[in-house]
């Protein structure tokens, strides 16, 4: 299942390490995050994003601390 999440981060790149970050969380299928539509789909199993998404965030962090995922 694919969700959508408003972002701010603060550059492309960034938004491509994020992005790279976040896959490698346990549980995800896919992400992608857009810098110009500060956008972030996640693809996994329905009954995980409660788990998945902090992790997400966390991994997010350590690449750009002052950004924001809006659940």
């Known amino acids: ?3 959508k999440f408003k972002i701010e981060v ?4 960034c938004a ?6 976040a896959k490698k969380v346990p549980g ?12 972030m789909i996640v693809e996994a ?3 995980d994003f409660d788990q998945i998404m902090p ?5 997010c962090k350590k ?3 002052d950004c924001e995922i809006y659940l």
Do not use: G, T, W, Y
């Open 55 to 59: 992790k997400i965030l966390r991994a």
């Open 16 to 21: 491509a390490k994020m992005e790279e970050a």
């Open 28 to 39: 995800v299928s896919d992400v992608a995050i857009s810098f110009m539509s500060q956008k």
């Open 10 to 13: 603060d550059c492309a790149n």
């Open 45 to 47: 199993e329905e009954s």
């Open 1 to 3: 299942m694919q969700k």
């Open 63 to 65: 690449i750009e601390p």
